[in-house]
Structures are given as C-alpha cells and as structure tokens.
C-alpha cells in the first residue's frame, strides 16, 4: 500500500522485537536507507507533498533473496514465513494462513467436489 505505515504491535514479543528493530535502525538508518531504496522502485517519488517509502512485497522478497536471507543455504527462512510475517499486521481473515486452515480447504472441496481427481475419473467414466 502507498505511503503505508506499521500498525501497533498485538503481543508483548512483537512490542521487544519492534523496540530491538528500532535500536538497530538507529545505528544503521543511513545504510538501511540506501538499501531499501536500491530496492523499492517508488524511491523518491512524492505523493501528496509527502515522499513515498513503500517497499512492495516483490521487491522485499527480492530484497532477502540477494542477501541471502531467503531460502538460502544460510538460513531456515521460508517464503511462507515471510508472507505470514507480512500478513499477520492486515485482515485476519484474508491472511494465507487462514486460507490454507483444513477447515476452509474442507468446506471448498464439499462445495465444488469436482474439483478432486477421484471425481472427475468417475464422471468420466459414466
């Protein structure tokens, strides 16, 4: 989202981690900075007399790939990590945790039954 900012911690381990995050930008701002907007292809632009600073999900993911950081061989870092990670400050219901719980998957196969392999052969063979 254009000009999105962060939304309040939920838990008391998200709150540590934020005042952590913030200590080392603190010390790091001007390198994060520049790194940030090698990636972001918004870097500079102005929105609304305010400068745009947004990162896309594509160019984050880009980001943690070329540092190694995403499915590397350096770390257990996995791509649905990163998307829950992203996901768990939006809607909790339009998050793909959610989407993927078997409760949801159940009730999408016994609303469209069609859908399973096993199905299609037997109609086929009628």
């Known amino acids: 989202m254009p000009l999105a900012v962060k939304n309040k911690s939920k838990t008391q381990e998200d709150e540590k981690a934020f005042k952590l995050a913030d200590k080392v930008f603190e010390e790091y701002a001007e390198e994060l900075s520049c790194v940030f907007n090698y990636f972001s292809k918004k870097s500079g632009n102005m929105q609304n007399g305010r400068k745009d ?4 999900v594509d160019e984050l993911l880009d980001m943690l790939r070329k540092a190694n950081l995403l499915d590397g061989k350096t770390t257990d870092l996995q791509l649905e990590e990163i998307v829950y990670m992203i996901e768990k ?3 909790p219901e339009t998050t793909l945790k959610s989407k993927l719980e078997q409760e949801r998957f159940d009730a999408h196969i016994e609303a469209n039954p069609m859908l399973l392999r ?7 063979k009628k």
């Open 53 to 56: 600073v947004t990162l896309e």
């Open 118 to 124: 096993v199905n299609q052969e037997a109609a086929a």
């Open 89 to 91: 400050y939006y809607a």
